[in-house]
């Protein structure tokens, strides 16, 4: 990816703003982060249905408030294996917009840390080689204190765009 392609997509990330508030969450090893704004709710684990044929990204549904909402484990995007939940597992409930159309997605977490502000200077874009991810999946790294955050790109994810992403927009709309 050439700077002026990595530059824009950090402005579409940060905007004007300097600082981006963030909620921070573990898959794995590794730290993650999603912009508070989309995020509903934290939810304990709750009872999931499991709905045959779907992609592994999104295998199962949750009734949240009422309204049955598609459960993805996104770190099955990010090439990690699935994990049997803990006691620090939890369930991110954001709403995403695909298509011109807000939807609900839970997103399932090893861990949720805080609600806390990145600042933009420490931003960087994935590099362009040497990464065991997807560079479309991930909006941008985050250094802070000796670690990255890694802000993945949540609406790419579950776009169709993937492989791994394909089926949540076909049959969960």
Do not use: Y
Not at 104 to 133: H, Q
């Amino acid at each position: 990816m050439n700077q002026q392609a990595a530059k824009r997509n950090l402005t579409d990330i940060w905007g004007a703003e300097e600082e981006l508030s963030v909620l921070t969450f573990m898959l794995g090893s590794e730290v993650f982060a999603v912009k508070a704004a989309i995020v509903q709710e934290i939810v304990d684990l709750i009872p999931e249905t499991h709905v045959p044929g779907a992609s592994p990204l999104v295998a199962s549904v949750i009734n949240f408030r009422g309204k049955v909402i598609p459960l993805a484990d996104i770190r099955l995007a990010f090439g990690m294996k699935p994990k049997a939940p803990t006691i620090d597992s939890r369930i991110i409930v954001a709403e995403i917009t695909l298509e011109d159309e807000g939807l609900l997605v839970g997103i399932r977490t090893d861990k949720v840390f805080e609600v806390t502000s990145l600042p933009r200077a420490a931003s960087e874009w994935p590099p362009a080689i040497g990464m065991r991810w997807r560079a479309d999946f991930i909006d941008c790294l985050v250094k802070r204190e000796g670690e990255f955050i890694i802000l993945p790109n949540i609406r790419q994810i579950f776009s169709g765009h993937g492989d791994t992403a394909q089926p949540v927009v076909t049959q969960l709309q």
